[in-house]
C-alpha cells in the first residue's frame, strides 16, 4: 500500500504554527513511507476563500520545504460531488430538509429546558414540503453499529451514531459543507492517513459511515492535540502569526520543522538541519493526548541552535556581501537570527563610531591605540595588541579587555576578539582606538 496523506487547508487566511504542524506531520509521514503528500485547498466557501491565501500557502510551504505531489482544488471538483451526491441521495442516505435556522434554533431551546441533548430529530419522510423553499441537505446517520476506528493517536474510539445529529451537507443554495467533499476527495485521492486536529475527532464519527456509504473504507486517522500558546491559548506575539511574520523576524524555517516535529511527542526537541533524519522518527503513537505547548522562547532557542549549526554555504545568499566566510563563522555563535548578521557590516566595515570611552579606559585605549601600528594583522593581532596595551598600561584581566572589545566592536559581550579582529579593517580600528 503507498501511503498518500493530505494537507487541506480552507484558503480563508494565511497558515500559522497550528496549520503547519498539521501539515508538516502529514508530510513527514508520507515521506517515511516513501508515499505521496498532496495539498488540497479547501475553497468550497468560494465567498470566503481568496486567491492571495492560496498563493501565500503555496510560498509557506515553500520556505519551509514542505514539497507536495500534487495539488488539488475543491472549487474544480464539483461535477464530481455532485455525481456523488446523487448516488447518496438515491440510496436514501441524503435527505433535503426545510427548517429554517430560526425553528431550528427553537427547537434546541425546547429540548434544553427539558434537559434533553440538541440532537437533530428527523422529520417524517412522507410529511409535506413547503411550497417554494429550497431544502438543505442531511447526510442520513445509520443506526445500525456503533462507529468504530483505531486512531492513531487517541487509540480506540467509539461513537453511538443516536447521540449524534445528521450533518448539514448542503446549503440551500446548493453549496457543499467541508464534510462530505472532504470525504469524496479522500476516496478519489486514495488518501491512505488523514492526520489533523483533535476538533474534528466528532467529523470523523461523522465521515467513517460517509466513507462506507459511498463503498470505501476509511482511511486511517491521527487526531493530534491541539497546539496552546504558554498562557493556555496560541494568540501570543509569534504563535498567532503568520509564517511571513516568523520569517521576517528571522526564525529559520528549520527551526520550526525542528520544534513542530516534536512537541506533543514524548521525544525532545532536538534543533536539526537534518531533515529526513527526523522525517524517519515521527510516530503517532508518541503523541501524547494532552495539548502541546508552543513556546515562543523555546521556538526562538532552538533557532539559535540551528543558527549556530548553519554553515556559510548554506546561508551565503540570504547574507549582506560584506559577511565574507571567515566573517560568518566569528559572528555565528552569538546571532539570534540571521538578519542579525547585517548589524555588524558597520563593525567589520564601517563606518562606525565607539560610544565614548569611559576615563578609567583611556590608558588601556591609548596603549593600544600607541601600539597597533606595529602589530601584524594576522590572527595574533589580538593577542599582539592586548599584551602590548598590558605592558604600557599595567591594566589586565576584565579591565583591559573590556574597554578594548567596546572601542572595537561596540558592545560588552560578543565573538572571540581573536577570530574577530583581523577581520576588521586595520584603520577602522586604528580610528576607533582613538576616539575620545
Ligand atoms: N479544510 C479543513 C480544515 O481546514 C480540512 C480538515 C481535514 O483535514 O479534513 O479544517
Known amino acids: 500500500m503507498t501511503v498518500v496523506t493530505r494537507f487541506a487547508p480552507s484558503p480563508t487566511g494565511t497558515l500559522h504554527v497550528g496549520n503547519v504542524r498539521t501539515a508538516l506531520h502529514n508530510w513527514m509521514w508520507a515521506r517515511k513511507h516513501g508515499g505521496r503528500f498532496l495539498l488540497r485547498i479547501d475553497d468550497t466557501d468560494l465567498e470566503r476563500s481568496k ?131 472532504s470525504v469524496i476527495d479522500d476516496i478519489d485521492m486514495g488518501i491512505t492517513h488523514v492526520v489533523r486536529g483533535e476538533d474534528h475527532v466528532s467529523n470523523t464519527a461523522a465521515q467513517a459511515q460517509m466513507f462506507e456509504a459511498l463503498g470505501a473504507v476509511p482511511p486511517q486517522f491521527a487526531h493530534e492535540a491541539l497546539l496552546v500558546g504558554t498562557e493556555g491559548k496560541l494568540s501570543k506575539r509569534l504563535g498567532s502569526l503568520g509564517m511571513g511574520a516568523l520569517r521576517e523576524s528571522g526564525i529559520e524555517p528549520m527551526a520550526i520543522v525542528s520544534l513542530l516535529a516534536r512537541l506533543g511527542t514524548s521525544d525532545p526537541v532536538e534543533p536539526s538541519t537534518d531533515v529526513e533524519a527526523l522525517v524517519a522518527t515521527i510516530d503517532f503513537a508518541r503523541f501524547g493526548r494532552a495539548p502541546a505547548r508552543f513556546d515562543e522562547a523555546e521556538l526562538e532557542l532552538v533557532n539559535q541552535k540551528i543558527l549556530h549549526q548553519r554553515s556559510y554555504a548554506d546561508v551565503a545568499d540570504r547574507l549582506p556581501a560584506s559577511i565574507t566566510e571567515a566573517r560568518w563563522n566569528a559572528i555565528r555563535p552569538n546571532l539570534n537570527a540571521l538578519s542579525e548578521a547585517a548589524d555588524w557590516t558597520p563593525i567589520f566595515e564601517g563606518p562606525f563610531t565607539p560610544p565614548a570611552p569611559e576615563s578609567e579606559s583611556l590608558a588601556v585605549l591609548d596603549a593600544a591605540a600607541a601600539a597597533i601600528a606595529s602589530v601584524e594583522w594576522d590572527y595574533q593581532a589580538w593577542k599582539s595588541l592586548t599584551s602590548a596595551a598590558k605592558d604600557a598600561s599595567g591594566a589586565k584581566g576584565r579591565a583591559l579587555f573590556l574597554p578594548l572589545r567596546r572601542a572595537v566592536t561596540g558592545l560588552d559581550h560578543g565573538p572571540d576578539m581573536g577570530e574577530l579582529l583581523p577581520l576588521i579593517d586595520k584603520d577602522q580600528v586604528a580610528q576607533r582606538l582613538a576616539h575620545r
Open 51 to 181: 486567491e492571495e491565501h492560496v498563493t501565500s500557502i503555496r510560498a509557506d510551504l515553500a520556505w519551509l520545504g514542505l514539497n507536495y505531489d500534487g495539488e488539488e482544488r475543491q472549487s474544480a471538483r464539483f461535477d464530481l460531488y455532485e455525481r456523488e451526491f446523487e448516488k447518496l441521495k438515491a440510496a436514501g442516505r441524503v435527505y433535503p430538509c426545510y427548517e429554517t435556522p430560526e425553528e431550528l434554533d427553537i427547537r434546541r431551546k425546547v429540548l434544553a429546558s427539558r434537559g434533553l441533548p440538541p440532537i437533530y430529530e428527523r422529520k417524517d419522510p412522507d410529511a409535506p414540503v413547503p411550497g417554494g423553499v429550497a431544502p438543505h441537505w442531511r447526510f442520513k446517520l445509520s443506526y445500525d453499529a456503533p462507529i468504530t476506528w483505531t486512531d492513531m493517536v487517541r487509540g480506540d474510539q467509539s461513537f453511538d451514531p443516536k447521540t449524534m445529529s445528521d450533518p448539514v451537507i448542503r446549503r440551500a443554495d446548493g453549496s457543499w459543507l467541508y464534510l462530505l467533499p
